[in-house]
């Protein structure tokens, strides 16, 4: 399977605190996304990186990405109860219009 | 709001049995996609058209069909269905047809096959 995968699958911290979410991928891209989803809701866009770039923000996010290490990281800090959701890894395969998602980490905030 | 439109949101059937789903894209995007997310395969690509054409094609089953219309908006037809086709069907759209680029994504269709 080229499918990604999200680590841990599930995080519960605190109002406050940040989270850390790791992705890992097999092959080769062109850039690597992160979308949240809301429970039973559509997917929402969060941040794009390119394979060139190392490292990305965007409000309180921060995206990594180790393209030797075929890895990635989404930082959320301070962290608020509405942060609640899955979080999903998606990257581009190289040569290929498809998108393939990792099974996600679903991140509980709790007040 | 995405500005991506599904109907309808849910849809309960019977096995054998075939729908349709509907789908429209934001103002200006020419890409359509469809994704299906279960339980058991998480979120899965389907397929993409853009401007009307076949752009990409992943994991859909031959039973499972889609295009998509002058105006933009997509049908996915889903026939003989089977218990196992029980899932959110999602699309989203874009404005070009490289798939690597931000996606904008419908609440989705939940189908339940009984």
């Known amino acids: 399977s080229q499918q990604g995968e999200e680590d841990p699958q599930a995080l519960s911290i605190q109002e406050g605190e940040n989270a850390t979410m790791n992705c890992s991928y097999k092959t080769s891209i062109n850039n690597l996304q992160w979308y949240r989803q809301n429970s039973g809701r559509g997917l929402v866009h969060l941040i794009l990186i390119r394979s060139n770039e190392r490292e990305k923000h965007s409000g309180r996010l921060r995206v990594t990405l180790d393209t030797s290490k075929k890895s990635s990281s989404l930082l959320i800090t301070a962290s608020r109860a509405a942060d609640t959701a899955s979080y999903f890894c998606?990257?581009?395969?190289?040569?290929?219009?498809?998108?393939?998602f990792g099974k996600g980490t679903k991140l509980t905030v709790n007040p | 709001d995405s500005g991506v439109t599904q109907t309808p949101k849910h849809l309960i059937t019977a096995t054998g049995q075939r729908v349709t789903l509907r789908c429209s894209p934001r103002s200006g995007d020419l890409s359509v996609y469809w994704y299906q997310q279960s339980l058991d395969q998480g979120l899965q690509f389907l397929i993409q058209y853009y401007n009307g054409e076949e752009r990409a094609k992943g994991n859909i089953l031959e039973r499972f069909s889609a295009q998509q219309f002058p105006d933009l908006h997509s049908e996915l037809n889903l026939s003989s269905l089977e218990l196992g086709d029980s899932a959110l069907y999602f699309c989203?759209?874009?404005?070009?047809?490289?798939?690597?680029?931000?996606?904008?994504f419908g609440p989705g269709t939940r189908l339940t096959v009984l």
């Open positions: 998606v990257h581009h395969q190289g040569g290929s219009e498809k998108l393939v």
């Open positions: 989203a759209s874009s404005p070009s047809q490289a798939g690597g680029n931000e996606q904008f």
